[in-house]
């Protein structure tokens, strides 16, 4: 049975890891889209207590300062959405103290993605889902987000059998700290000076790593085959879950690249029926936040390095995979800001779609 | 009819283009494997005639210095073998000198390699195809050479159907340029200031580009699907000619990332039959010039930015593809030095397999 709770016009809202890469693109987000909250609560470790962040307002909210408070359990007293984007540990140990203040927590952390009672929403594809939430509704993983809000424009032309996808990930994925030592270890290799690796198991500039999150031990999941990733796996579930399809297959190679906060994709798709790349390219452009980039003759294609701070998901590179029988495949490179639409954008649309119907 | 030499234990040599980031490289693989030259020549452009070559010696060539020589129809006089990285027009234009001269070109470029008379040659896969050559024998493009190389030994296992693969292309591609635009562009992106792509049509600091060689316009090769490159489109093409198999099927997707010297592919194979995971890992590693590096455990797998001057092609995140029926799926992760095995080695590996049996 569904949580329900009566959302108000203008709700207040906290955020939580607001410190972090994704909790201050959270704040960016809710100005950006003028987020009609009453209030905004920046919540963060007691290390961080007393800082000031600058907010340009939204809603009811004026333009300003706001102040980190310590997250305990009496700070969501009197919360209406809490956006969570301070780790799974974190999210567990104040899912309950949400849910006894009222407030509807939007995970960002992978702690309750899999449970069968949290909605994993990407408003995009299946907003609907949210009206089944018990208190939390989950945000996607980064890498999951940005391929099916490029694939859910194509699910009108055919069923999706299979996805073949590699990804090209950026060092936002490890938040502030895996920026910074890609661009601090880039400096120092090419100055000649020693690095030590340190929020990546390997060196990060001028590399890549085919190796993200933990190599899944077996009891992350039934059924997953000797050696994947952990986040490899979550978009084989992930996909499932936000399609509500089960027959959907996804193989996917996760690898870390020299980039700072965009992803990239490569995807094979397979339908189960022809599909015209005329059709997938009208879709791609009537998709919602999809922007079809796709101009190879003037060398126009979707690039990482180029889309930081967007909010759209860009698709370029739209082609037959001829290798598939029947006109059934399709090629494609998808390229998102993944703070963003991979995290906290996608969070905020979700508190959107909480909001009244106005 | 097959072009008739008898090569002689002590060939003549020349390096054509050997200023290059190719014939530098090629030099020093006639270095390591002590190619038994009785003369090495230094060929290239009238620019960079007199400059002096420091070599290490082969054969009977001894320690010392190469004077690089203005390259002319001439130069191949007395020359045996002709290893060509100067580019597709240079090749072209000194092919008939060389047939004149008996000199057998083993060339670079991706001049000849789609020509029927033309043997495309990676030794460990079809050494054979040498016999038929008619004076040039064409060293494949960079990209297929390390993908087959890493495929050749599971070809036990099963026909291979159907090869998935996205590419993460170094900077070398681009020839020395290249790899001094990476390092020249990403100091300038640290430092805050200004630049302009040259060697590459975009940004490669920090940023990918899907986006290799021209895109294919219909007139390379028959029924290429629109929006493919021709370094895509080469994948296709070489892979069945050096397999000697038109039913391998190739889906490519060529990315340039910012890596200097090594390329990496994201490779999914189907077989014909159920192949085992455990079967694919000891062929790997009984391979010719294969490296298995596959230990998730210990993170251990293969990374473009750590073997850099490597002879072998490294393999390794090898695993089911779960999402092909009948367990004929397999997942793979490779690496090789582009510049090494996917240029210069492989040219020097054909030089070798032309020489007499001892």
Not at 92 to 99: E, L, S, T, V
Request: aromatic content about 6%.
């Amino acid at each position: 049975m569904a949580w329900t709770k009566v959302m108000p016009a203008n709700p207040v809202v906290a955020v939580a890891g607001a410190t972090g890469a994704v909790g201050r693109e959270m704040l960016k987000c809710l100005e950006a889209l003028n987020f009609p909250a009453s209030e905004v609560r920046v919540l963060a470790s007691a290390r961080s207590a007393g800082q000031k962040l600058p907010f340009a307002g939204c809603g009811q909210v004026p333009a300003g300062e706001l102040t980190v408070e310590e997250m305990t359990e009496e700070s969501f007293k009197g919360v209406d959405i809490a956006l969570f984007s301070a780790g799974a540990s974190i999210s567990k140990k104040f899912r309950q103290a949400c849910y006894d203040a009222g407030a509807v927590m939007i995970d960002n952390s992978s702690a309750f993605r899999v449970e069968k009672d949290v909605p994993l929403v990407v408003p995009e594809v299946n907003a609907a889902d949210i009206a089944w939430h018990n208190g939390v509704i989950a945000n996607p993983n980064c890498t999951t987000i940005q391929m099916v809000v490029a694939l859910e424009p194509l699910r009108a032309l055919g069923h999706i059998d299979r996805i073949i996808v590699s990804s090209y990930q950026s060092a936002s994925g490890a938040g502030a700290k895996g920026m910074a030592e890609l661009e601090d270890q880039t400096g120092k290799y090419l100055a000649g000076e020693p690095f030590e690796p340190s929020a990546f198991a390997h060196q990060i500039a001028f590399n890549c790593i085919p190796h993200i999150d933990v190599f899944v031990d077996g009891d992350y999941l039934n059924d997953v085959p000797e050696g994947y990733t952990k986040e490899e796996w979550k978009m084989v579930v992930e996909t499932k879950k936000i399609f509500g399809d089960n027959t959907v297959e996804v193989a996917p190679t996760c690898v870390r690249v020299p980039v700072l906060r965009c992803h990239s994709e490569s995807i094979n798709v397979e339908f189960d029926r022809p599909v015209n790349i005329e059709d997938v390219k009208n879709a791609l452009a009537n998709g919602t936040h999809v922007v079809l980039e796709d101009d190879p003759a003037n060398n126009v294609y979707p690039m990482p390095g180029l889309h930081r701070g967007a909010f759209d998901t860009f698709v370029g590179r739209v082609r037959r995979d001829h290798t598939v029988a029947d006109n059934r495949g399709v090629a494609m490179w998808v390229v998102a800001d993944q703070l963003l639409r991979g995290a906290a954008l996608n969070a905020v649309y979700i508190a959107q779609a909480l909001l009244p119907e106005a």
